[in-house]
């Protein structure tokens, strides 16, 4: 089939070229905008308690106050406020609500802190419906430029914080970090191409062509959100720059390096195009196959966010897979020898490389190098161990200097931590009889007397009397581990609990969201990370037709993830002081560390599998197949590495977390897993990995391919 592919795409080039053209721009001017979403309640199923007291807020409280950002106040000098100091905050007030900012219903100026040290005024703002709507960061805009105008000859210095200035904050290093990780994907892309290729054509090739397909794939995205009500999260940009750069480049890669290995074989361009499409496209077609099934795993899972991100990169692999099979064979067929000027280096096979000394080394021990490269993940493994899951997501990946993060730190000089978001509690009748008389005053004290509440405000009872709703301000920051362990351990359980007869308690609000997302998780979990594995091992199944290779093949990857989960956790945990990782990094991490380490092992295996057939023993198979596929795994190995690792450029800690793990889990899938362990371990195995399917045995045209290499050397 893919011989069949490659000879039609060789003698058609220019009308396969054309085909991709007219496609990409009828996708580029047809399709929707890619929206995304922030609202991590829009994240989560209906019966989840967070999502059903915020249903029940909508339809008994639907004009309660929504808290968009706090102005907080205090003396320039540092000292206590004065009895003037709160007049001045009264009139300043007054005057920002008089300018009648859009989306802005109301600044109320607050109390004075015990210590008298802060006074804050509550901006109230519309709940945010639209995900696209920025308005409510557009008014924090506007409200920061018109407080210090008004805080002139007052003695004050003051700052705007809260969910609405922290979502000004993030859009704003967000606008920086896209900027950051798409120049520098390409940067990387072309240099590492150089380098290796010393070819200025094959260099720009990845970046011209994936320059083509990227908004091909953004385009079908937004079309997917928009026909299955898909929500992508606020980083699937950056991460779908990294993947169609990184991952198209690799079978990129993949090809080239086929391609250069059929021409000093003495294959003719032509031919030899069709022979690298041929070798190469069941191995490519495969490991793009494990990549998205992994990711369409993702659709299992209880996010919305994480639900929708697989769907969005299967179809950018998907699209990359295609133009790899397709479009790069057209290019380069056309350019024939050209694509490699001006280096000859493709003429002749350089003898006594590194990675020719390295088969041979794994040929002769493989078992001093299986287990080596076992240890060694093995032992990264144990940190993940101290992995901790962080929800502060919009706080922690925030640059210190920010002014909502500054002004988040003054605020708990003086309040509570869970000041800028409160939880809300509703206690609402199981029937339509009105609540009795005395039990909303007395439930409001039992829920003050709970460990980890600050303070809860008389309750507002709704317009039938059935509903109660209280603001409970806790007393650590609303995304914190111990914000959390409030409300699931002493919280939700204590409401439950003290409801009078006749009446439910439900607990919502921002933290007890993100008490649900972590249940979702760890059921996400025990869900996608078994049917991802049993996909791809179906895949490798019949890929290899062996019954025995996908289980130690998955063992490989498997190491190679708890390595990555532990380097990192050591990396922000330990030695960075960070609270925690990225509460989903383990899932993403995940799919990218198990597929794409499986790319590597499939194209290993591949090559391992072929020099078998070639009439080779298991071990010269292992060290051949490592001289020759070593540097294209190598090669694909830095340049996709390196592109996930531009992630940390983007300045926040989120997306560093993710860049990190991400660079580190293909490095360390590309040059333990699938170079050292992989090939040890078949080696050792023999004969008896290949079976039932035996497809290690000897071809007719073995000892003709092995009498043509002899003869090449």
């Known amino acids: 089939m893919f011989s069949a592919l490659g000879r039609f795409v060789v003698r058609r080039p220019w009308w396969v070229i054309l085909a991709w053209v007219v496609a990409a721009a009828a996708v580029i001017s047809l399709a929707p905008k890619l929206t995304s979403s922030t609202d991590e309640a829009s994240f989560l199923p209906g019966h989840y308690e967070s999502i059903r007291a915020s249903d029940l807020q909508e339809r008994d409280f639907p004009q309660q106050e929504n808290i968009g950002a706090i102005i907080v106040f205090q003396r320039s000098d540092g000292r206590q406020l004065t009895p003037a100091d709160s007049a001045a905050v009264t009139r300043v007030s007054k005057d920002l609500q008089a300018k009648k900012v859009e989306d802005v219903q109301a600044v109320t100026p607050g109390e004075v802190s015990p210590n008298k040290r802060v006074q804050t005024a509550v901006v109230a703002m519309p709940k945010i419906t639209n995900p696209e709507?920025?308005?409510?960061?557009?008014?924090?805009?506007?409200?920061?430029?018109?407080?210090?105008?008004?805080?002139?000859?007052?003695?004050?210095?003051?700052?705007?914080?809260?969910?609405?200035?922290?979502?000004?904050?993030?859009?704003?290093?967000?606008?920086?970090?896209?900027?950051?990780?798409?120049?520098?994907?390409?940067?990387?892309?072309?240099?590492?191409?150089?380098?290796?290729?010393?070819?200025?054509?094959?260099?720009?090739?990845?970046?011209?062509?994936?320059?083509?397909?990227?908004?091909?794939?953004?385009?079908?995205?937004?079309?997917?959100?928009?026909?299955?009500?898909?929500?992508?999260?606020?980083?699937?940009?950056?991460?779908?720059?990294?993947?169609?750069?990184?991952?198209?480049?690799?079978?990129?890669?993949?090809?080239?390096?086929?391609?250069?290995?059929?021409?000093?074989?003495?294959?003719?361009?032509?031919?030899?195009?069709?022979?690298?499409?041929?070798?190469?496209?069941?191995?490519?077609?495969?490991?793009?196959?494990?990549?998205?099934?992994?990711?369409?795993?993702?659709?299992?899972?209880?996010?919305g966010m994480l639900r929708s991100m697989g769907p969005a990169l299967a179809i950018a692999v998907f699209l990359t897979l295609l133009a790899g099979l397709t479009l790069v064979p057209a290019v380069v067929s056309l350019l024939g020898t050209k694509v490699f000027w001006p280096s000859k280096s493709w003429q002749r096979e350089p003898q006594g490389t590194g990675f020719a000394r390295l088969g041979a080394s794994i040929a002769r021990r493989p078992a001093v190098w299986a287990v080596v490269s076992a240890l060694f993940m093995g032992a990264l493994a144990l940190g993940a161990l101290g992995y901790k899951a962080n929800f502060d997501l919009a706080g922690s990946s925030l640059p210190k200097d920010k002014e909502s993060i500054v002004w988040q730190d003054n605020l708990e000089k003086g309040f509570p931590a869970g000041t800028t978001d409160p939880t809300f509690v509703y206690l609402t009748s199981t029937g339509d009889r009105p609540l009795a008389s005395g039990q909303p005053a007395a439930f409001r004290e039992q829920l003050a007397s709970v460990d980890g509440v600050g303070s809860v405000a008389a309750p507002r009872v709704g317009k039938d009397g059935t509903t109660a709703s209280y603001s409970v301000v806790l007393t650590d920051p609303p995304a914190s581990e111990k914000a959390l362990a409030t409300i699931k351990e002493q919280l939700r359980p204590a409401a439950h609990d003290d409801a009078p007869d006749g009446t439910e308690a439900l607990v919502g609000g921002t933290t007890a969201v993100y008490v649900d997302i972590n249940k979702a998780v760890d059921r996400d979990y025990s869900v996608v990370f078994p049917v991802a594995a049993i996909a791809i091992m179906v895949i490798l199944g019949l890929l290899l037709r062996s019954l025995v290779a996908p289980w130690y093949l998955m063992l490989s990857v498997a190491l190679g993830f708890g390595a990555t989960l532990g380097a990192t956790s050591l990396i922000f945990q330990q030695i960075g002081s960070q609270p925690g990782?990225?509460?989903?990094?383990?899932?993403?991490?995940?799919?990218?560390?198990?597929?794409?380490?499986?790319?590597?092992?499939?194209?290993?295996?591949?090559?391992?599998?072929?020099?078998?057939?070639?009439?080779?023993?298991?071990?010269?198979?292992?060290?051949?197949?490592?001289?020759?596929?070593?540097?294209?795994?190598?090669?694909?190995?830095?340049?996709?590495?390196?592109?996930?690792?531009?992630?940390?450029?983007?300045?926040?800690?989120?997306?560093?977390?993710?860049?990190?793990?991400?660079?580190?889990?293909i490095a360390i899938a590309a040059f333990v897993m699938a170079m050292l362990f992989t090939p040890a371990l078949t080696a050792l195995i023999g004969h008896a990995a290949w079976w039932p399917g035996h497809g290690d045995r000897a071809s007719d045209a073995g000892e003709r391919g092995r009498a043509r290499e002899e003869s090449h050397r």
Do not use: C
Request: glycine share 10%; net charge negative; no cysteine.
């Open 133 to 303: 709507d920025t308005k409510q960061q557009d008014a924090v805009e506007q409200l920061r430029k018109d407080l210090r105008a008004e805080l002139k000859g007052t003695g004050l210095s003051a700052g705007i914080t809260g969910s609405a200035a922290q979502a000004l904050d993030e859009s704003d290093a967000s606008e920086r970090a896209g900027l950051l990780v798409g120049v520098g994907t390409i940067v990387i892309i072309i240099v590492l191409l150089l380098v290796i290729f010393r070819s200025p054509i094959i260099a720009l090739l990845p970046v011209v062509l994936i320059g083509l397909i990227s908004p091909m794939a953004t385009g079908l995205i937004a079309w997917a959100n928009k026909a299955f009500d898909m929500k992508a999260d606020s980083s699937i940009q950056e991460l779908l720059t990294v993947v169609l750069f990184g991952v198209g480049t690799d079978y990129i890669l993949f090809l080239l390096f086929r391609y250069r290995e059929a021409l000093r074989a003495g294959e003719d361009p032509k031919g030899g195009m069709v022979h690298a499409v041929e070798r190469v496209g069941e191995a490519i077609t495969s490991a793009a196959g494990a990549v998205i099934v992994a990711f369409a795993a993702l659709t299992l899972s209880s996010l």
């Open 581 to 665: 990782l990225m509460f989903m990094l383990p899932v993403i991490m995940y799919l990218f560390v198990v597929a794409l380490g499986t790319d590597y092992n499939i194209l290993m295996v591949s090559r391992l599998r072929e020099e078998a057939r070639e009439g080779r023993d298991p071990h010269d198979a292992a060290g051949t197949a490592v001289r020759h596929s070593g540097p294209t795994i190598g090669s694909a190995g830095v340049i996709l590495a390196g592109t996930f690792a531009t992630l940390m450029l983007a300045g926040n800690s989120t997306l560093s977390q993710m860049g990190f793990s991400l660079s580190f889990g």
